[in-house]
C-alpha cells in the first residue's frame, strides 16, 4: 500500500498570504533529485538542496520589479530561464550574484509560463496561447506574436511532456464558464483543441495534472464538488490546425472524494503513477470537520491508502519530484516521501497477510572469564537482569497507554500527567521507530504549549531534544516557543542538537541571550561543560606574553598607532611609559556575565551561510552589536594570550568562527559604528586584529616551503641508537 513518510521543513512562506496564495509562484526540479528552484510570488528565486533543508543561492530582482512566472532550469546549458513584469525574460547562471546584470532579452507579447523538462529546450508559452522555442524567440525578441485565443479566453493552467520522442505543450482555458485544452506538438507545429465537459453550473477545475503512459496523454482534474476525471487522448495521429472546430473531451469518473458541507476552495489533485493520486485540501473520510489532510488514494480500488494531517491553512498547490510531495501550508514549505508500490485487491482491502516479526531482546549475558579461556568446558556463563530491564519489565507489567492515546491525552490533560505519561512512553522497550514517535510528541506538546500559556512541560521538551531524533524542521515552532518562555536551557540544547536550524531563528535567539540582563542569565540552569569552559577561560592566568595565533598584546599599540596614523593620536611618551609598566591588553575583563557568554558562544558554534544570515543581523540595535563585538573582541584576546584555550571535549568555538562573526557583524553594521562615538576605540582594536590574522598568514607561507623540502626528504633505514644530522634550508 502506499505510504507517506515523516516530513520536514524545506522553508518558511513569505508574509501576506492569502487563502489561495501561499507566497510561492512556483516549483521546478533542477539539476538532480535533490534540487529545487522555488519561486516566490515576488521578487525571488532560491536554489535549495532539499536533503540538506539549506538554500545554496538566491538571486532578486530589483525593487519594484516582480517576477510573472516560474524560473526553470536549462540542464543543456546549466542556465536558469525566468521572465519578470511579463515581457523579460532573464537568463543567468549559477555563479551569477546580482540577477539584475545577468542577460535579458524583451519580447513583444506578454508570456505566461516558461516550460523545461531535463535534458530538453525551454519553451515559451505566451498568455494568448501561442508557443516559441526560446533560442527561435530571443534570435529575434520583438518578433510578432501570433493570438491563439479567443478574445475573453484566458490561460488557467499549463505544463509540457514528452511522449514518442515528441515535445507536448498542454495547457487549459476558460471562456464564459466552458474549459478548453489545448495540444500543441512541437516539430512539426500542430494544435488541437477540446471542450471539456462542463459539470454542475457554475463550477471550474480547481487543478489539473497530466501524465503519459500507454502511447496516450492522461489528463486528471478536480471539481470543487470532490469529483475527480480523468480524460484521455491518444497521441498517435495528433492533427489539426489552430482553426479547428473544438473537439468534445470524454471523460470518466476517477474519485468521487468527501467534500463535507459546501464545497472545495483550495484544493489539488497530483498523479503519482498509473494507480495513484494524490489530494491536498480535501477532508479526510473519518476525521471531522476543519481539519486539512495529505491523501493518496488508489483510483483503482477507490481506497484512501494514506493520509497526513497538515497543521495551519492550505492553499491548494502541491507538487512532486522524485517520490517527494512539496506542499505549502501554515508558514512552511514541508517535503513529504511517499512510496507507491503495486497494489494487489488483498492488500488494497487490507486482507493481505504482513508478515509480522516479534522483536525479543534477551536479558544481558554476561561471560565469564573462564568460559573464554577455557571454551566451552567452563561453566556457562550467567544471564544477569539489568536494570534497563527491570524497568522495562515492570513499564510492561503495568498498562501502558498506546502512541495514540498518549498524542490525545497530551491535548487536555495536566502537565504533571503528560509528563510522566511522555517519559514512559519513551522509556518502552517495544517502540521500533523513535524519529516519528519524538517528532509526533514534540509537535502536540509545542502546539498546546502555544495555545495555552499555563502549559508547558520544559523537562520533557529536553528530553525530547536530547534523544537527538529531532531538527528544527521536524518542530519548526519549538525554538521559537523556548524564546517566548524564556527557557534559554531548552534554547542551548536546540542549537547543540538541531542541524538544521534557520539563519532568522538564529539572530532571534542572539537577539535574546544578548538582550537578557546578566542577574537573569546567572540564575539559569545551563549545561555543565560549556559553562566550565567558560569558568575556565575567565579564571586562567595569562601565559607569558608572546606571539601566538599570530597576534601578541605588545603588537596592539603598534596596530592601533598605524590605524590612526596621520591624523589620529600619537603615542605620547607617557603612553609608552605606560605600556611598559603593564603589557595588559584592552578588554581582557569579560564584558558579560559567565552565562550569558556561554548562550553566546552556542550562537558561534551554530551552523550559517553568510548571504542568508546577515540580513537577519541588520536587525540588531547599535547597542546589542557593540556589547556582542566587545566580546568577540574579549575571546580573541582570550585566545591569542593563552596557547590552547580549547579543550577538548568541551563546547568552545574556535577562533576562526570568532573571526568569521566579527567579519559578518562589521558587514551588517559597518556604517553605524562608524558613527557611533563609543565604537571607535573597538573598530581600530578589531582592525589591529586583522592585521595580525593577516600576518600570521604571512608567516605561514614563509616556512610552507621549508616544509615541503622537510617532506621530500627520505629518512634513513638505520640510523642506529641516535643520530646527528645538520639540515640546511637554505
Not at 518578433?143 to 498542454?170: G, M, Y
Not at 495555545?451 to 531534544?465: G, K, N, R
Not at 540582563?517 to 555543565?528: F, Q, V
Not at 568552545?652 to 559578518?664: A, E, F, G, K, N
Request: net charge negative.
Amino acid at each position: 500500500m502506499a505510504a507517506l513518510y515523516e516530513g520536514y521543513t524545506l522553508c518558511g512562506l513569505v508574509p501576506g498570504q492569502t487563502l489561495t496564495n501561499s507566497g510561492i509562484q512556483g516549483i521546478e526540479a533542477e539539476r538532480d533529485s535533490d534540487h529545487v528552484v522555488v519561486t516566490d510570488s515576488t521578487r525571488s528565486v532560491t536554489l535549495y538542496k532539499v536533503s540538506d533543508q539549506k538554500p545554496l543561492s538566491s538571486w532578486t530582482v530589483k525593487q519594484g520589479q516582480t517576477l510573472t512566472c516560474p524560473a526553470v532550469y536549462n540542464s543543456q546549458t546549466k542556465e536558469y530561464v525566468v521572465v519578470s513584469d511579463n515581457k523579460v525574460i532573464r537568463i543567468w547562471k549559477d555563479e551569477d550574484i546580482l540577477l539584475d546584470k545577468a542577460f535579458k532579452a524583451t519580447v513583444s507579447s506578454d508570456v505566461w509560463r516558461v516550460h523545461c523538462l531535463p535534458g530538453g529546450e525551454p519553451v515559451v508559452l505566451f498568455q494568448r496561447g501561442a508557443v516559441r522555442l526560446l533560442d527561435s524567440l530571443l534570435s529575434a525578441p520583438q518578433q510578432p506574436i501570433e493570438e491563439v485565443l479567443a478574445q475573453e479566453e484566458s490561460i488557467r493552467w499549463s505544463t509540457n511532456i514528452v511522449a514518442d520522442s515528441q515535445q507536448f505543450v498542454i495547457f487549459t482555458t476558460e471562456l464564459k464558464g466552458d474549459s478548453f485544452l489545448y495540444l500543441h506538438r512541437l516539430n512539426p507545429n500542430t494544435l488541437q483543441r477540446y471542450r471539456l465537459e462542463r459539470e454542475e453550473p457554475g463550477l471550474s477545475p480547481l487543478s489539473f495534472s497530466a501524465s503519459y503512459r500507454d502511447k496516450h496523454i492522461c489528463l486528471l482534474y478536480l471539481y470543487p464538488n470532490g469529483h475527480v476525471y480523468q480524460s484521455v487522448i491518444s497521441v498517435r495521429g495528433l492533427g489539426g490546425d489552430e482553426g479547428a472546430q473544438a473537439l468534445p473531451l470524454p471523460r470518466s469518473l476517477l474519485l468521487g472524494l468527501p467534500v463535507g458541507e459546501g464545497l472545495l476552495e483550495a484544493a489539488s489533485a497530483q498523479v503519482l503513477d498509473e494507480a495513484h493520486v494524490a489530494v491536498v485540501g480535501v477532508p479526510h473520510p473519518s476525521a471531522g470537520a476543519g481539519k486539512d489532510f495529505l491523501c493518496i488514494w488508489n483510483t483503482n480500488f477507490q481506497t484512501l491508502q494514506a493520509g497526513k494531517e497538515m497543521a495551519g491553512k492550505i492553499y491548494g498547490q502541491l507538487w512532486t519530484f522524485s517520490n517527494k510531495l512539496f506542499i505549502p501550508h501554515g508558514k512552511t514549505l514541508s517535503v513529504i516521501p511517499y512510496e507507491c508500490p503495486k497494489s494487489s485487491l488483498a492488500s488494497a482491502l487490507g486482507k493481505l497477510k504482513q508478515a509480522k516479526t516479534e522483536e525479543f531482546k534477551a536479558p544481558t549475558c554476561v561471560p565469564s572469564w573462564n568460559n573464554i579461556l577455557h571454551g566451552d568446558k567452563a561453566q556457562p556463563s550467567r544471564t544477569v537482569e539489568t536494570r534497563k530491564t527491570r524497568t522495562n519489565r515492570k513499564t510492561q507489567s503495568a498498562p501502558s497507554l498506546t502512541v495514540d492515546q498518549v498524542l490525545e491525552f497530551i491535548k487536555t490533560a495536566p502537565v504533571e500527567e503528560v509528563q510522566r505519561e511522555v517519559e514512559g512512553l519513551l522509556s518502552r522497550a517495544d517502540i521500533q521507530d523513535l524519529q516519528p514517535l519524538v517528532g509526533q510528541l514534540a509537535s502536540m506538546l509545542v502546539s498546546r504549549s502555544l495555545a495555552d500559556p499555563a502549559f508547558y512541560t520544559p523537562s520533557t521538551l529536553a528530553q525530547l531534544v536530547h534523544t537527538q531524533s529531532l531538527c528544527h524542521s521536524v518542530c519548526p515552532d519549538l525554538v521559537l516557543l523556548a524564546l517566548e518562555r524564556r527557557d534559554f536551557f531548552l534554547c542551548q540544547l536546540c542549537l547543540q542538537f538541531f542541524p538544521d536550524i534557520p539563519e532568522a531563528v538564529t539572530c532571534a535567539c542572539l537577539k535574546a541571550f544578548i538582550s537578557m540582563p546578566d542577574t537573569e542569565a546567572e540564575k539559569l540552569s545551563l549545561e555543565p561543560d560549556s559553562v566550565s569552559f567558560m569558568e575556565t577561560l575567565i579564571a586562567r592566568e595569562r601565559a607569558p606574553v608572546g606571539l601566538q595565533n599570530g597576534f601578541s598584546p605588545t603588537s596592539t599599540d603598534q596596530d592601533c598607532s598605524d590605524a590612526l596614523g596621520g591624523g589620529g593620536r600619537v603615542v605620547t611618551k607617557a603612553g609608552e611609559e605606560d605600556k611598559e609598566k603593564s603589557s595588559t591588553p584592552p578588554e581582557t575583563i569579560c564584558p558579560v556575565g559567565l552565562h550569558k557568554a556561554v548562550l553566546l558562544n552556542e550562537v558561534l558554534l551554530t551552523a550559517y551561510s553568510d548571504t542568508f544570515l546577515l540580513p537577519h543581523l541588520k536587525d540588531l540595535s547599535s547597542q546589542h552589536i557593540v556589547l556582542f563585538l566587545q566580546y568577540l573582541q574579549f575571546l580573541y584576546l582570550k585566545y591569542s594570550q593563552d596557547a590552547s584555550p580549547q579543550m577538548h571535549g568541551l563546547r568552545s568555538p574556535s577562533l576562526t568562527q570568532i573571526m568569521d562573526w566579527v567579519c559578518m557583524v562589521l558587514d551588517a553594521h559597518f556604517t553605524v559604528l562608524v558613527m557611533t562615538p563609543e565604537a571607535k576605540g573597538l573598530l581600530v582594536n578589531l582592525h589591529s586584529f586583522v592585521k595580525s590574522q593577516v600576518r600570521l598568514v604571512s608567516e605561514l607561507g614563509k616556512i610552507e616551503g621549508s616544509l615541503q623540502e622537510l617532506n621530500k626528504m627520505k629518512a634513513k633505514k638505520d640510523v642506529g641508537q641516535y643520530s646527528i644530522e645538520i639540515i640546511e634550508l637554505f
